[in-house]
């Protein structure tokens, strides 16, 4: 309790103490009045959050599910589709009689059969891709004198063996 002091005409004087200012919340908060219908729609929200959660989850979850069996599904129609064009096409006689000639090798009687052994059917190239030439192409360097080079550095040098380059 705050100290009182006297006065010289005899009253009393009492300090005055200012209210400290609340913040924001802290009002909000004492103005704040729960009654009982609020309390009751609150815990009908809880519940109701209870209840739903597990529910909508697996509601979530099933319906990832039935995407993931509609796209097999769409999978499984495209391969029907071209399953069944590779069944029309081997009801064709001049198809099965290609694939008997290519694949088992079968000739009609008459024919004359040549088989290449080795043949890969594909055009051979380069490392860099570029196609094999036909034609016959001369070195700009001359070999013979890049040889003699090699073997007079070779048996002139006074490196050890392990400082020379080696060629692969």
């Known amino acids: 309790m705050a100290r009182q002091t006297r006065q010289k005409d005899g009253t009393r004087r009492v300090p005055v103490t200012?209210?400290?200012?609340?913040?924001?919340?802290?009002?909000?908060?004492?103005?704040?009045?729960?009654?009982?219908?609020?309390?009751?729609?609150?815990?009908?929200?809880?519940?109701?959050?209870?209840?739903?959660?597990?529910?909508?989850?697996?509601?979530?979850?099933?319906?990832?599910?039935i995407a993931q069996l509609e796209q097999t599904v769409a999978e499984a129609e495209s391969s029907v589709g071209e399953l069944t064009e590779e069944v029309d096409r081997w009801k064709d006689p001049a198809y099965i009689e290609a694939q008997a000639r290519e694949r088992l090798n079968y000739v009609l009687p008459g024919d004359i059969s040549y088989l290449v052994v080795g043949d890969t059917g594909a055009q051979q190239g380069t490392e860099n891709g570029l196609p094999i030439s036909d034609q016959i192409q001369t070195t700009k360097t001359d070999w013979l004198a890049t040889l003699l080079s090699s073997i007079y550095t070779a048996g002139l040098t006074t490196a050890p063996a392990q400082d020379l380059e080696t060629v692969p």
Do not use: C, D, K, Y
């Open 18 to 65: 200012l209210p400290r200012e609340e913040t924001a919340p802290e009002g909000w908060l004492r103005n704040l009045r729960f009654s009982g219908f609020t309390l009751l729609m609150l815990a009908l929200v809880i519940l109701a959050v209870i209840v739903l959660a597990p529910n909508l989850r697996i509601l979530l979850e099933q319906r990832a599910q």
